[in-house]
C-alpha cells in the first residue's frame, strides 16, 4: 500500500499507559512494526524507559530518576490512574533492558530510542551513550538513536555505528543548519511547528518522520509531501484508517 510507515509513540499510548510493556506488546500485537520510547538514566547509570524526570505525571510520585537508584525506583508504577484509574495499577517502571528483550523476541520490529535532554545534561554524553549502548548491544541493529539533543547525536556518530534521528525543537535557520551538519538519517518534527505554507521540506539524505498525528487525512497529505514516517500515539486508528486508502 501507498501509505506512510507508522510508529507508535510511546507504544499504543492512546489505549496504554506510555512507555509500558503493555504499550509496546499491544502495538506489536495490532502489527506494529515501529516502536518509539524514550529513556532516562538513573543515578547509578540503570537506562529505564521513561519521558520525563520524574515519575509524578506517569506514576502519582515526585521523584527524580536522575537523582535516584534503581534499587529505589524497581517496582514503581506507571499506571497513569489520571487517565485509566486503577485499570493498569501493576504497570511498572520497566528497564530499558526489559525492553531490549522484547525486541529480541520481535526481530522484524525496529524501535526510535529517544535520549531526553536533561539525561545528557545531568549525566553527560559518554556516561548516557555507553550506558544505553550496553544494553541494546543484541538488539543494535534494530535500533535508532533519537534525540533533540544534537550533541550527543555528534557522540553517537563518533562513537557508534548506529542510525540517528535529530528531533529538532522549531523548524528555523538554526535547526536546519544542525541538521546539514548532523546529516542524521532521520529528521523528525512536530507537523504543528512546519508552516502550511511551505511547499517543500529541507532537503537531505534523511527521511522525514513526524509525529504527533492522529488523522489519516493529515497523514497521507505529509506523506504526499515526502513524509516516510508518521508517529501516533492513535496505532489502532491509523492502521485502519489508513488501510482505506
Known sequence: MNIPKL???RGFAAKYPENSMSAFRSAIDLGGKYLELDVQLTADHI???????DLLRVGGESINVLTTGWNLLEGKA????ERFGDMFKNEKLLKLSEFAMLLKHNPDVSAFVEIKEECVA???EKVVVEAVMAVMSAVKSQCTIISFDSSILFYVQMHCDTP???VVHKYDEEHREIANQLKPDFLICNYKKIPDEDGSLWEGEWK???YEIVDSQTALKWYQRGVEYIETMELEFMINALADN
Request: hydrophobic share 50%.
Open 208 to 210: 522525514w518522520f513526524l
Open 7 to 9: 510508529v507508535a509513540h
Open 78 to 81: 506507571i499506571g497513569e490512574t
Open 122 to 124: 545531568t549525566f553527560g
Open 47 to 53: 537506562p529505564i524507559v521513561l519521558h520525563d524526570e
Open 164 to 166: 540517528i534521528g535529530f
